[in-house]
């Protein structure tokens, strides 16, 4: 085993399966950039099925739409049933009898303690809809598989980038809608793309449901449109800014209010469902009409306008530089030396953004090879390393997906989740603080006492670190007291906390 083999396994993987390091080490770059060859490869369920496309999602949606209006009108019904029990006990009490009386007390009682069981059906009903039953079902399920697919593909290079680009373009299923298509999401606009062309992805991200619901551009409506017009509703700037700030141009590249307004105006009538197969609608009717200028050019309206706008902003000087240097955090370091993000700025000008040709860039510049471990792994890089490292079938109770989401939840990340656009931070100051790491020990040590007694840490140890792994480990771990604790040690070292 190499020195490069164990970082290509690790700063350039998801951490290092058994063999895995063996295996990279005769030819560490080419053993890397096989892995991104085709498009990066999809989970599937637990039937080793594809997952229904954004299309198929439509109908899902219009079943919980049907399912919420049955839960309303369920409501509305208990709550006519509990006036009329009401009117009937008061009835009951104005006959004036004193056992009659004391009888209503007991059935206005009865009544309310039914009104109070039904009151808690319905919120736990509520809870078990927050998101929608089908939302929520359709989110665990593909997340599930999202992380059991890191844990155990030979194609980890090609799941980093997955990961890399899916934060870049962060959609959230903190929006409850969001939960139902944030799989297909990466599925449709993410992985086809990330041996593909920006440009490319940048259209697949904009125009799928996920994206325009996140951003609420769905709702965007020119005002002078004829939707405008007739509505009072009016322009949304979420997806118009965030596309220029946070996706393509950085914040400082070089645009002001006035442009993100344009933009917005640009992209109104992109929205959903108007019979395509993806998801996907633009509706004319809404979209703002007239020429509209954009950082000094301008465009003609309709959807060849947006268009023009959208492929302009992705081959522009300012997205190559924001493009490279968040590259070249997140395989480098948090502050990467600027040599590195200039390679990457000339790769992306160069080939017009080609994906493929970035991540060869990388995989070719010297200061990603050093043996510095300078990035900390988040909650979902740690856990995946660990179940790579002991082996998916060596993890009994640990290795249910759903536990799993869980685990890595009580970090302080989950799949899809990022409170902002601007996803999740790619630095350390974000992940090292002393509860967070406390939390990680704490699942390490559980994780590690549910291992099976017949592994031999010492050699999963060498197996899974190779050269990285430090004499000072080595040693801590001898003395451990049990193997569970030897376990708890290796995964709690600098040397898997970072990569």
Not at 82 to 93: F, L, S, T, V
Request: net charge neutral; aromatic share 8%; charged share 25%.
């Amino acid at each position: 085993m190499s020195l490069e083999g164990a970082i290509a396994a690790h700063r350039f993987g998801l951490g290092a399966r058994p063999g895995e390091i063996a295996r990279a080490s005769s030819d560490p770059k080419g053993w890397l950039m096989s892995q991104i060859a085709q498009a990066a490869p999809q989970p599937m369920d637990e039937n080793g099925q594809p997952f229904p496309n954004a299309g198929k999602l439509v109908s899902s949606e219009e079943d919980y739409k049907v399912e919420k209006s049955k839960t309303k009108e369920e409501r509305a019904a208990r709550k006519a049933a509990k006036r009329a029990a009401a009117d009937g006990a008061m009835k009951a009490e104005g006959g004036g009898a004193t056992n009659g009386g004391g009888g209503g007390d007991g059935g206005d009682m009865a009544m309310r303690h039914g009104g109070e069981h039904g009151d808690k059906s319905l919120r736990g009903q509520a809870r078990a809809m927050g998101g929608g039953n089908i939302r929520r079902e359709q989110y665990q399920k593909e997340m599930a598989a999202r992380l059991a697919l890191g844990c155990t593909t030979d194609r980890p290079f090609a799941e980093r980038l997955t990961r890399f680009w899916s934060n870049h373009f962060t959609v959230s299923g903190a929006r409850q809608k969001v939960m139902l298509f944030a799989g297909d999401y990466e599925r449709e606009a993410i992985r086809p793309h990330i041996n593909g062309t920006f440009e490319d992805m940048l259209f697949a991200v904009c125009m799928h449901p996920a994206m325009q619901v996140y951003l609420d551009n769905w709702h965007s409506i020119g005002p002078n449109s004829e939707a405008g017009k007739a509505r009072a509703k009016g322009l949304n700037e979420n997806l118009g800014r965030e596309l220029m700030e946070l996706y393509t141009l950085g914040v400082d590249g070089g645009y002001t209010q006035a442009d993100v307004i344009a933009m917005a105006k640009l992209l109104t009538g992109w929205g959903l469902y108007d019979g395509r197969a993806d998801g996907f609608g633009f509706h004319a009717e809404r979209h703002e009409p007239g020429p509209i200028v954009l950082r000094g050019k301008t465009y003609k309206p309709g959807w060849d306008g947006s268009v023009a706008a959208i492929k302009d902003l992705a081959h522009d000087p300012a997205t190559a530089r924001h493009i490279a240097r968040k590259f070249a955090t997140h395989f480098i370091s948090d502050d990467p030396p600027a040599e590195s993000v200039a390679r990457l700025e000339k790769s992306f000008n160069k080939t017009g953004g080609n994906l493929h040709a970035l991540s060869q860039t990388i995989v070719d510049d010297p200061n990603a090879w050093k043996p510095e471990l300078r990035k900390m792994r988040t909650p979902i890089e740690f856990v995946t390393a660990a179940m790579r490292m002991t082996g998916w079938q060596n993890a009994p109770g640990h290795k249910d997906e759903h536990h799993l989401l869980q685990s890595v939840r009580s970090m302080g990340e989950a799949p899809f989740a990022a409170p902002s656009p601007k996803g999740y931070a790619d630095t350390a100051d974000a992940w090292s603080g002393s509860d967070a790491l406390l939390a990680r020990v704490q699942w390490a040590k559980d994780f590690a006492d549910n291992l099976p007694g017949n592994i031999s840490v010492a050699a999963m140890a060498g197996d899974g670190l190779g050269p990285l792994l430090t004499a000072n480990t080595r040693s801590v771990m001898a003395k451990a007291g049990t193997k569970g604790e030897a376990v708890a040690l290796l995964l709690s070292s600098p040397e898997f906390q970072r990569r």
